[in-house]
């Protein structure tokens, strides 16, 4: 299947820092990114959509200075946390879109970040 | 309250058959899904179906679905140590989205 490549898979920064995360569809071009945000037992929660050439679509309580998002090619987004704080410590998660398969999602392996 | 609601727990003799239970919210969901997401990993599309079949069989997976229930389970035959794992399942909101239970923790026991 098709597969997307999520880095880093772990990072860990001060606060204060920012930290980029990218998210690249191999084999496929993806008009349509999504980022999740997942804590320790609990469900994935979408943050924000990504579209290719166009601004992102936030999720209701989701800071858009905060967790910015560039979908700037058809195989790449990145988000990117900044000024971290040690609530941003969460296991972050893209997936992407391919529309030749009617649709289905593919995901990223997840990056854990952890603010010290 | 949870959109999509599952049982956190689940544990499991190898070779027995598992059931995990998921109950949804949104009677407009086109397909409901579950992946499986083994530690440190992303997640990975096991099966899916489609909102106007109530059953699904893929090698070991069986999906029911009692749509009048809004009601979703996912049955595991013959479960081996490498279906430890977390299982989410997931439906598609009015807007396409996806929106996630909580998961549930399957260990299998020798």
């Known amino acids: 299947g098709a597969v997307v490549s999520q880095h880093p898979s772990r990072v860990i920064c001060k606060s204060g820092t920012s930290v980029k995360i990218e998210c690249r569809s191999l084999d496929f071009q993806a008009t349509t990114m999504f980022w999740y945000r997942q804590f320790p037992k609990q469900s994935l929660m979408l943050m924000a959509t990504s579209n290719e050439g166009s601004k992102a679509t936030y999720e209701q309580g989701v800071e858009k200075d905060k967790f910015l998002i560039n979908h700037a090619s058809l195989t790449l987004s990145t988000l990117t946390v900044t000024s971290a704080h040690p609530e941003d410590s969460s296991f972050y998660i893209c997936?992407?879109?391919?529309?030749?398969?009617?649709?289905?999602?593919?995901f990223g392996s997840g990056t854990q970040l952890s603010v010290l | 309250g949870e959109d999509v609601e599952q049982s956190l727990f689940l544990s499991v003799r190898e070779g027995d058959s598992s059931v995990i239970n998921c109950t949804y919210t949104?009677?407009?969901?086109?397909?409901l899904y579950w992946y499986k997401q083994e530690p440190g990993a992303g997640l990975q599309l096991l099966t899916y179906?489609?909102?106007?079949?109530d059953m699904k069989q893929d090698q070991r997976l069986t999906v029911l679905l009692n749509k009048k229930d809004k009601h979703l389970s996912l049955r595991i035959a013959d479960t081996q140590t490498g279906d430890s794992a977390i299982y989410f399942c997931a439906e598609t909101d009015s807007w396409g989205k996806l929106q996630f239970g909580a998961g549930t923790q399957v260990v299998v026991t020798p």
């Open positions: 949104d009677s407009s969901s086109t397909y």
């Open positions: 179906i489609f909102s106007n079949m």
């Open positions: 997936s992407a879109r391919d529309l030749s398969t009617a649709g289905e999602l593919f």
